[in-house]
């Protein structure tokens, strides 16, 4: 098993969910963080939550990955011993709407493929030359389950993590001669603020989302990425895919007569 302490750890939307608890996992593991995020408040409070229970480095600072300009300026303005990033955790993401393609609210289509398309580029545009130049690193995509099957009204959704499934293998085979990993770490149900996000707040449409079925934590699937990237230096774990028990595709869940508290 490879060791993370003393790691440059760069997470993108660090500051909730998955990368929230990507942060503490690796923050436990020793490894020193890039955390960014739109909610400086949030960040600030983390890293000195951090700070304070493991002892690690950290850089924390606001970025809007959907600004590109504003992320080629972040990453080349890093101080020269941050820039020589291990680990790449493409985080950032979210969800708008329910609807049919044919009645969306197209404003909801431009923040996604902003977000979880553009902003995954944005950010591997300007950290993969640093991996490419020590020819050593590890980018970890956060996909979805639906980038692997489409579901009723999730149309502009499941595309643009249909698309991070596809830049993922193409990132591959763009870096195969670098030493450089790309993995997809692709989770079905989470609970995080993923379905309030979706639905503009309403918590009592969010909630019901997880009725009867005991979803997976951001606390699993940080799991699953440390499993990834603590792999022997010749091994590379293409694609993770997880879900709760009781899920077995997008579309096909037991519920059983309980709910999400």
């Known amino acids: 098993m490879a060791s993370l302490k003393n790691k440059i750890v ?3 939307g660090a500051s909730s969910g ?3 608890a990507c942060a503490e996992a690796f923050a436990r593991k020793g490894s020193k963080l890039i955390l960014c ?15 304070k229970k493991f002892k690690v480095e950290i850089l924390a600072f606001q970025l809007d990955v959907r600004n590109r300009a504003a992320v080629k300026k972040a990453v080349e303005n890093l101080p020269n011993k941050w820039k020589q990033v291990d680990i790449l955790i493409n985080n950032a993401g979210l969800a708008r709407g329910l609807s049919k393609l044919h009645e969306a609210d197209t404003k909801h289509w431009e923040e996604m493929i902003d977000t979880n398309l553009k902003g995954l580029l944005n950010v591997t545009r300007y ?9 050593s690193g590890h980018i ?3 996909g979805s389950t639906a ?4 579901y009723p009204m999730g149309n502009v959704y499941c595309a643009t993590k249909f698309a991070v499934k596809s830049l993922t293998q193409s990132i ?7 030493d450089i990993k790309v993995t997809s770490v692709d989770p079905g149900m989470v609970l995080t603020e993923f379905s309030k996000v979706r639905f503009s707040g309403d918590e009592s449409r969010a ?3 997880y009725d009867g079925i005991k979803p997976l934590s951001p606390n699993n699937v940080a799991d699953a990425i440390l499993f990834c990237t603590t792999r022997p230096k010749n091994v590379n774990i293409n694609e993770i895919i997880l879900t709760p028990i009781h899920q077995a595709s997008s579309t096909q869940i037991y519920r059983q007569n309980i709910k999400t508290k």
């Open 140 to 142: 970890v995509n956060i």
């Open 172 to 178: 591959r085979l763009d870096v195969l001669d670098k």
């Open 10 to 12: 760069l997470i993108t």
């Open 207 to 209: 909630k019901k989302v």
């Open 37 to 51: 995020a739109r909610r400086l408040e949030r960040l600030t409070e983390l890293r000195t939550r951090l700070v």
């Open 18 to 20: 998955i990368g929230m």
């Open 127 to 135: 950290v993969l030359p640093l991996m490419v130049a020590k020819s």
């Open 147 to 150: 980038g692997h099957e489409v």
